[in-house]
């Protein structure tokens, strides 16, 4: 099979380092680094996508991604597509896998659109189901236990509905300057968040615009975030979790 289009390579020998530097509870940081490297030796290559690409992936391309580096949004739609039909929206950061069903041999169809520049690591699903089970059995330990990680950090982030706007929005930020954010070049203290912008905030929390604009506003009033074109900066980390209520 094909591997999917992309625009280059990445080097082998980048991937062989700073896999433990990935957010924590990610399937990417779980592996040791022994599993890691061998997983790699397999013949994995890291392969970028720019922004708004989508990775191929479906009953189409049965394929998985691990990603490595960006920000992607994940679109399901449960109850079929059209105007007005609600959808499942979701971000994905470094050191996720995305992609699982195709492990089932029940390859949804879902929209997975790169938001930054993404490096991400493709591999066939039914090559990766094969290799995590007679070769790599730590591989999936790993694995299951992020997807375990990942629904639980879903419920937390998304599934609060019954929350006033603005802790759900600082939730969110929250969630993505943990699982996305790198460091302000300016400034260590202030976190960055790439890829996301208003509309897809609110996408993800099934929101109005306008509501999230305000939500948005009343951070910024606070001096907790900047809000730039495709980017948030935390300004204070801190004080975003006291928004939350944790």
């Known amino acids: 099979m094909r591997m999917p289009p992309a625009l280059d390579i990445a080097r082998t020998t980048d991937l062989y380092q700073g896999h433990e530097d990935k957010p924590h509870g990610s399937f990417v940081e779980r592996?040791?680094?022994?599993?890691?490297?061998r997983l790699l030796q397999t013949g994995l290559r890291g392969r970028t996508f720019e922004r708004d690409d989508v990775l191929p992936m479906?009953?189409?391309?049965?394929?998985?991604?691990?990603?490595?580096?960006?920000?992607?949004?994940?679109?399901?739609?449960?109850?079929?597509?059209?105007?007005?039909?609600?959808?499942?929206?979701?971000?994905?950061?470094?050191?996720?896998?995305?992609?699982?069903?195709?492990?089932?041999?029940?390859?949804a169809?879902?929209?997975?659109?790169?938001?930054?520049?993404?490096?991400?690591?493709?591999?066939?699903?039914?090559y990766f189901a094969a290799l995590i089970e007679r070769r790599l059995p730590q591989v999936r330990h790993?694995?299951?236990?992020?997807?375990?990680?990942?629904?639980?950090?879903?419920?937390?982030?998304?599934?609060?509905?019954?929350?006033?706007?603005l802790e759900r929005v600082s939730r969110l930020l929250a969630h993505l300057a943990d699982t996305a954010g790198i460091p302000d070049p300016?400034?260590?203290?202030?976190?960055?968040?790439?890829?996301?912008?208003?509309?897809?905030?609110?996408a993800a929390l099934q929101l109005a615009v306008s509501t999230t604009e305000n939500a948005l506003r009343t951070l910024r009033h606070h001096g907790v975030i900047e809000a730039r074109y495709r980017q948030f900066v935390v300004r204070d980390v801190d004080a975003l979790r006291h928004f939350v209520g944790a």
């Not at 592996?31 to 490297?37: C, G, I, Q, R, S």
């Not at 479906?58 to 597509?81: M, N, S, T």
């Open 31 to 37: 592996l040791p680094a022994e599993v890691w490297h």
């Open 58 to 107: 479906g009953p189409k391309a049965p394929y998985v991604y691990i990603l490595w580096e960006g920000v992607v949004r994940q679109d399901r739609y449960p109850l079929g597509h059209g105007a007005g039909i609600p959808t499942i929206t979701r971000f994905r950061g470094p050191g996720q896998l995305v992609g699982e069903a195709a492990l089932l041999s029940q390859a």
């Open 109 to 126: 169809t879902v929209d997975t659109r790169c938001l930054t520049r993404t490096v991400a690591i493709p591999c066939a699903a039914r």
């Open 142 to 165: 790993a694995l299951l236990c992020s997807l375990e990680d990942r629904n639980r950090s879903d419920e937390a982030v998304y599934a609060m509905a019954i929350r006033p706007p």
């Open 186 to 202: 300016d400034t260590t203290e202030h976190i960055v968040i790439t890829g996301p912008g208003q509309k897809d905030i609110a």
